[in-house]
């Protein structure tokens, strides 16, 4: 069986709420958004587990200026139990003086995802950058 339109609402409301959490530096409810071993890979980088992922998250709300990810195009695959979601990611900052936006980075998520007691997490996140 394929994915509920409850499931899919879900899954896209984990992904706006993982983006915010990363944005504004909201490191609890961006470890919340994997599973407890989840994984974000990104070039050159991978981050294992709530307690890396919390990190992470603090680390980059403080490394750059009004990060704004915006994703886009997502699809999303299943069933109720597992999933799969593909989505174009731009991600923005601020930047300069006086301050502009400048887009940091362009790219897809390929993703895997699990629901654990009703609730939707990212198992593995992976962002492959355009070049």
């Known amino acids: 069986m394929g994915l509920t339109i409850e499931d899919q609402l879900a899954i896209q409301g984990l992904t706006a709420r ?18 407890e071993d989840g994984v974000l890979n990104m070039p050159g980088q991978e981050v294992k587990g709530r307690p890396a992922l919390e990190e992470f998250a603090r680390n980059f709300a403080g490394s750059v ?35 502009q936006p400048t887009i940091l980075a362009v790219g897809l998520y390929d993703d895997t995802l699990s629901k654990e007691d009703g609730t939707w997490r990212f198992v593995q996140r992976t962002f492959n950058m355009d070049s």
């Open 18 to 35: 993982y983006n915010f959490a990363i944005d504004l530096g909201d490191a609890e409810a961006f470890g919340a958004a994997f599973v």
């Open 65 to 99: 200026r009004a990060p704004r990810h915006v994703v886009t195009n997502l699809v999303i695959d299943g069933d109720g139990t597992s999933a799969t979601l593909k989505a174009y990611l731009s991600l923005s900052i601020m930047s300069g003086e006086p301050a």
